[in-house]
């Protein structure tokens, strides 16, 4: 294995991190398989968490042929010129999908929270140049992601990964509509073109990979009976999260995050108990955050819409008991920020509903004088979330970087 840098003992620092940064968009991060690679991002890794985002990275990137063998080998920045620890992963193939592409992914575990680690990913002998990211801190310190949803693969998603990728967030939030494949094998070239553009942009200022938290939408699924992974064969298949559609992380000492399915492979009322028992379980924290593709309070659709109806009749309950403090909707395609809402009603000590899942698609005309919206637009945006423990900051960042809106709310002890 080659070693990362030659000349001196590496030092986790500002100056550590810029030259990763310019190694990292130097190098063309191939080895092996990757010349006959049918796709110019096989052989490129994309990251999520399986378990506790502090801890924990799944690393994960595709290849035409099967590897001999799946490894990672990683280090934290600075602390040796060899990476030292070695990690060996597992290869699959989607059943049914015609370019028979393998997915090979590696779980790294027993990880320090919020440090820099370098990584390479190969087949035991020959491995890729080096790779950075970040774990989340454990305690008090603040934490910042990108949220967002209906992303599409057009050049508006990839333009605003761009911009967000430059505010340094340590993960980012698809609410779902990803690559809209529709689960269906004959649209496999939009997730060609989504890893492509992902790719393209989704390495931080400072030089590492921003991992991937994707929740499930419509567009994840097609209309075949079976399994849910039959039925979702990218979502599971792609990402390696939990498992299931719907699933929570605390991130850092402040914010528990919760992702849910809105009836695309599992019913509103199905996720009634695990809800409340994350939400019980995060209740204590200054913050509790939701995402999840069909919106509550819509800004585009009909308020009595299905999705939008059993949204309220079986989460709002538990939304408004355990004061959620945000929830982020998708699923409108437009820009929304509501008032501060609980029990269906404007209430100062109420949750936020933020959306509406318009990063990458074309976006649409939002409804005005609705009663429970403060601001609506048609602008393509990321959030940019930044959260303490006293302060939870929100702000829409568009195509060109400029922020556009901004919300702040207080932890849930100060707000009452
Ligand atoms: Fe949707």
Redesign the pocket.
């Known amino acids: 294995m080659r070693s990362l840098y030659h000349k001196h003992n590496m030092t986790c620092g500002i100056a550590t991190i810029a030259l990763a940064a310019s190694f990292l968009i130097a190098s063309s991060c191939f080895f092996g398989v990757s010349a006959s690679a049918a796709h110019s991002y096989y052989g490129k890794p994309y990251l999520t968490w399986q378990g506790d985002p502090g801890t924990t990275m799944t690393i994960t990137y595709h290849t035409e042929a099967q590897p001999a063998a799946v490894q990672a080998v990683y280090d934290l920045v600075g602390a040796s010129d060899e990476l030292r620890h070695r990690a060996v992963g597992k290869s699959w193939q989607i059943p049914g999908l015609p370019d028979g592409r393998y997915i090979n992914s590696v779980e790294l575990t027993g990880l320090t929270p919020g440090q820099h680690y370098y990584f390479r990913i190969g087949d035991g002998n020959d491995f890729s140049d080096a790779y950075m990211f970040r774990t989340i801190p454990s305690a008090d310190e603040p934490i910042r992601f990108a949220i967002g ?2 992303t599409l693969a057009t050049f508006i998603f990839e333009a605003l990964v761009e911009q967000a990728a430059a505010e340094n967030p340590l993960f980012l939030v698809v609410g ?2 990803l690559s809209y494949a529709d689960g269906d094998f004959e649209k496999i070239d939009r997730w060609d073109s989504w890893f492509e553009r992902w790719h393209n942009s989704a390495t931080t200022r400072d030089g590492c990979l921003i991992p991937l938290v994707m929740a499930i ?3 994840e699924t097609n209309r075949l009976e079976g399994s849910h992974e039959e039925r979702a064969p990218f979502f599971f298949g792609f990402f390696p999260q939990s498992g299931k559609t719907y699933w929570a992380h605390q991130f850092g000492g402040n914010l528990g995050f919760i992702v849910l399915d809105t009836n695309h492979l599992v019913p509103h009322d199905e996720q009634v108990g695990f809800l409340q028992e994350k939400l019980k379980a995060y209740e204590a924290l200054p913050f509790r955050a939701a995402v999840y ?2 919106p509550l309070y819509p800004s585009h659709r009909s308020f009595d819409g299905g999705g939008s109806v059993a949204g309220r009749e079986h989460w709002l309950p538990l939304f408004d008991a355990y004061k959620l403090s945000v929830g982020f909707e ?2 409108d395609h437009t820009f929304k920020r509501t008032k501060l809402l609980k029990n269906n009603e404007i209430h100062a000590a109420g949750t936020l509903y933020v959306g509406d ?1 318009n990063a990458g698609v074309m976006p649409r005309v939002p409804n005005e004088d609705l009663w429970y919206m403060e601001k609506v637009s048609r602008d393509s945006h990321f959030w940019i979330v930044d959260v303490s423990a006293t302060e939870m900051r929100l702000r829409a960042i568009n195509r060109d970087g400029d922020i556009f809106d901004e919300a702040v709310l207080h932890a849930a002890n100060e707000n009452n």
Request: net charge negative; aromatic share 0%.
């Open positions: 949803g209906d779902g509509d939408g419509n567009h593709h069909v998708n699923h899942g």
